[in-house]
């Protein structure tokens, strides 16, 4: 058997494509669209893009988009859904810890935990992290979203996931949240497209600001902007808070 990770994303791309955080795809591309000014000559790498919902709507929009997933079936099913709507999205499969590229883009893209912060160790985040930055031009922008730290200390991961399961989603049923680590140990069942019930122990990384400040830092980022990451609706204008499960990021 693979990580959780790979386990979760084998088989259940019908079932992504319904999970209700994915509705909110138009609103965050018009955030993504207003960061880099419309400007329809940026090339965009969409990281750990599951079944494209980002990278489609944006090249509808205009844009060459690349998009990286470690996960064949969420792939197959981003390839499904480009041609369908007659799009070009260049999909390949990649390990977001190992990125090919070099300077070959003006915006990075992780979006919806697709990869960071999975991992089960703080240095494979960081290599995903130093992949994206290694794959900016000069100027470039890192946009992403990832959990926060802040919310586990004042609130109830598994009580917060049981109020966003939407119907037939994936199921929480225990968690730990570990202090030290600040690391969420979670029983997680979800049925797959095939009807195939598993049951899945994840470990999810919760970081919290200044840790992000200080990673994006580290790797030649200069303007870094945190904020609350708003379904549907990013906004430079939403302050983060304690009660904010998610944090969107704009590095530049």
Not at 143 to 162: A, M, Q, R, Y
Request: charge should be negative; hydrophobic fraction near 35%.
């Amino acid at each position: 058997m693979g990580k959780w990770y790979e386990e979760l994303f084998r088989d259940y791309a019908g079932k992504y494509d319904r999970e209700s955080f994915t509705r909110g795809t138009a609103g965050e591309c018009d955030f993504i669209e207003q960061e880099i000014a419309n400007d329809r000559s940026r090339r965009i790498l969409d990281i750990g893009c599951g079944t494209g919902r980002h990278a489609i709507e944006l090249a509808r929009r205009g844009y060459e988009v690349v998009g990286v997933d470690l996960s064949q079936s969420q792939l197959r099913r981003a390839r499904e859904k480009a041609d369908e709507a007659g799009l070009r999205v260049d999909f390949r499969c990649r390990d977001a810890r190992e990125l090919p590229f070099a300077g070959e883009f003006d915006l990075a893209l992780m979006l919806c935990e697709g990869a960071f912060p999975l991992m089960e160790t703080d240095e494979m985040n960081y290599a995903i992290l130093q992949g994206a930055a290694r794959a900016l031009r000069p100027g470039g922008k890192l946009i992403f979203t990832t959990l926060n730290g802040l919310f586990p200390l004042f609130h109830s991961v598994k009580e917060f996931l049981d109020r966003e399961k939407g119907e037939g989603g994936a199921e929480c049923c225990e968690s730990s949240f570990d202090l030290m680590t600040f690391r969420d140990h979670n029983v997680t069942v979800v049925e797959d497209d095939l009807g195939k019930r598993k049951e899945l122990r994840c470990d999810e990384r919760y970081y919290v600001p200044s840790e992000i400040t200080w990673l994006l830092k580290s790797l030649g980022f200069g303007r870094i902007g945190i904020f609350a990451a708003r379904m549907g609706a990013f906004s430079r204008n939403d302050r983060l808070t304690t009660g904010d499960f998610e944090m969107l990021v704009v590095a530049e």
